[in-house]
């Protein structure tokens, strides 16, 4: 169902009534009742409710947590060993150990920065430009630096004079990581690496290399994101994150995508394997994630026993015993661990919540009040990857789903699904005029029906093209319920006699990625809102006339809305500036401030609650936010 949101926008140039070449000889849709475009209509729409002057900061339902864990690592504070990491978020976060519990409130930072007491102890990381590493060890006898990029070079840190041979390990080559340790009393590198532009794309193995002689002493196989030692039971084992790739052309599967091998360098075979951070499985034709779900490792001691601690894009740290290769903590994430791809306002259980859906498969409830989870998270139905959540005042709370053939589930106050509305069809369920109704396709045409009943409402309406029911809007004008379909042109048919009223031509702009239109009563009549690059077209569907525009933003609108603040009438636009602007619609100015919402929203919603009317998003942050803008 989200597929059928295409979106478009509106550019008018003329009104011309049904029947006419741009004269006004349109038809009426029934007798006594007046012809299409409408005269304008004196008003004098004065709110009472004061426009808000600001807004304040938003709301985690669930609270602040982690999204998609960036980096970790092992230090001191006061004393104590500590878990540090940073989150896509843009924090950074300090955890008691062994219990993982967290210390005082997130830095705002997204890199790992040591001070106020804290010491870390952060893996060396490529270094721009040459993407290079750098490492030091002793080598028969001295200190020496082993840098490595397109080539690994080892250099005498006392006089700085290169030792050995010079390592060609491939143009352009990309290093994940470089450990040195010794193996059979010589000093060996383990390199991480994709071997260059001659290996592309092939897989990024780990090569181990005698630094004495500039000789390469082995591969391990298998495809990784980085390579970590550490001693177990007095013994060196290299640690490495596996990417799940699979060599097809041998038959070979390498172990899961997010999980941790430990490997025998002399013998160069897995002796064990850890859990990891399996990443959230991607949605079929979903966005790639890859650059989310690396999982991140760093290895250290904890009261004189071996461990790792692991963290990626499930949202979760994990501490691990590296001697009997077992868990010993771990964060749970509160909310989602993939996009938010729907979300809905309803009732379940005499408490206003929010139903929300991911592509993690996992829908959960959340109390509107407190913002916090009401059990735990509920599994969609198997094969679901989209569900979109709807509430129909006189109806449970239901969700639509979409693998193919759309689907409809009720949402039962024990937090299970089970189906309904059996045998109907594509399109939308909606109230129409306090009765559940079903807006959905008919031969080509437009058809409403009552949802209890089956029987018609009005008549069909023709409209055609590329995805007819993710196109149009069923709103009224002048007393009169009408289908108007945007698309290069705005078209409004009757819904009771099926005939069309009239036509705006040439309402378009950039195309699909443009917001989907809108509808609002305000000014004593009905406005048709519509994106056009950065700026929003207001209309007057009585009269076909443009009103005035909403301009502010800096890129294109993503999203639409229209609601009540009190009883004035408002807008709320988002754009791919990272902004969301709250507009009155009486006269088109903008209220208060823009709100910094970043870009990765895909979903928002207007609400009500206790007279507040509050604004909700939802998106590729993973997380459902909440801004209160005032009310009363």
């Known amino acids: 169902m989200r597929r059928w949101l295409v979106a478009v926008c509106l550019l008018v140039v003329a009104v011309i009534p049904r029947g006419s070449s741009g004269t006004a000889s349109g038809a009426a849709s029934g007798a006594g009742l007046p012809r299409w475009p409408y005269p304008e209509t004196l008003c004098d729409q004065r709110p009472g409710t004061p426009a808000p002057a600001a807004f304040g900061p938003a709301a985690t339902f669930g609270g602040d947590e982690h999204t998609n864990i960036t980096a970790v690592a092992f230090g001191r504070l006061g004393g104590r060993a500590v878990a540090v990491s940073t989150g896509q978020e843009g924090t950074m976060r300090v955890w008691a150990l062994p219990g993982l519990t967290p210390i005082g409130e997130p830095a705002r930072s997204r890199e790992i920065v040591p001070g106020d007491g804290l010491t870390v102890e952060v893996p060396p990381a490529p270094a721009n430009p040459g993407n290079t590493l750098v490492s030091t060890a002793r080598m028969n006898g001295r200190m020496v630096r082993v840098t490595v990029g397109d080539e690994m070079r080892v ?57 004495a002689t500039g000789k390469e002493t082995g591969t391990i196989g298998g495809d990784f994101s980085t390579v970590r030692k550490a001693t177990i039971n007095g013994r060196t084992v290299l640690l490495t994150v596996n990417r799940g790739a699979v060599e097809y052309e041998l ?18 075979t897995e002796i064990g394997r850890l859990g990891g ?55 749970t994430p509160n909310g989602h661990i993939d996009e938010v791809e729907s979300f809905s306002v309803a009732e379940l259980d005499g408490r206003r919540v929010v139903v929300s859906g991911g592509a993690d498969g996992t829908v959960m409830v959340w109390d ?132 069309r009223l009239g036509t705006i031509l040439d309402v378009r702009s950039l195309g699909s990625r443009d917001a989907r239109p809108a509808v609002a009563q305000a000014r004593c009549t009905t406005l048709v809102l519509s994106g056009m690059g950065a700026a929003v077209r207001v209309w007057d569907l009585g009269t076909g006339r443009e009103l005035f525009q909403l301009t502010g933003h800096s890129e294109l609108i993503s999203h639409i809305r229209t609601g009540l603040i009190g009883d004035r009438p408002i807008a709320v636009t988002s754009s791919a500036d990272g902004t969301a602007r709250i507009w009155n619609l009486t006269d088109g100015r903008q209220l208060g401030p823009p709100i910094t919402i970043g870009r990765r929203y895909g ?29 009363r």
């Open 251 to 268: 038959g070979t599967a390498f172990p899961p995508v997010g999980t941790v091998s430990l490997w025998d360098p002399a013998t160069r």
């Open 368 to 499: 509107l009040v407190t913002r916090q989870r009401v059990g735990s998270p509920l599994t969609s139905p198997a094969g679901v990857k989209q569900p979109l959540f709807t509430e129909v005042p006189g109806l449970r709370p239901f969700l639509a789903t979409w693998d193919g053939t759309q689907r409809f589930w009720w949402l039962n106050p024990g937090g299970t699904v089970e189906p309904a509305f059996d045998g109907l069809g594509a399109g939308w369920v909606i109230s129409f005029h306090g009765r559940a109704a079903h807006l959905g396709e008919e031969a080509g045409r437009v058809r409403l029906r009552d949802l209890n009943t089956g029987a018609p409402i009005g008549s069909p309406v023709p409209v055609t093209g590329e995805q007819p029911i993710g196109r149009v809007l069923l709103t009224q004008v002048a007393g009169r319920d009408v289908v108007i379909d945007v698309r290069n042109r705005l078209r409004m048919w009757d819904l009771q006699t099926g005939r």
């Open 155 to 211: 250099v005498a840190v006392a006089t700085g004079r290169q030792v050995g041979r010079v390592m060609h390990l491939g143009e352009d080559n990309s290093v994940g990581a470089l450990v040195l340790f010794t193996l059979g009393g010589r000093l060996t590198a383990a390199v991480n690496d994709n071997g260059g532009d001659e290996n592309d794309p092939g897989l990024d193995q780990v090569t181990l290399w005698d630094l």
């Open 603 to 631: 979903v928002i919603q207007l609400t009500h609650l206790n007279g507040h009317t509050l604004l909700i998003m939802a998106g590729r942050d993973e997380r459902v936010r909440l801004w209160d803008l005032g009310g």
């Open 277 to 331: 951070n399996p990443p959230p499985q991607e949605p079929e034709g979903g966005y790639t994630r890859s650059i989310y779900d690396r999982v991140h490792l760093v290895v250290g001691e904890l009261d004189g026993r071996p461990v790792a601690l692991t963290g990626g894009g499930d949202n979760a740290l994990r501490l691990w015993d590296l001697t009997t290769e077992t868990l010993l903590a771990a964060t």
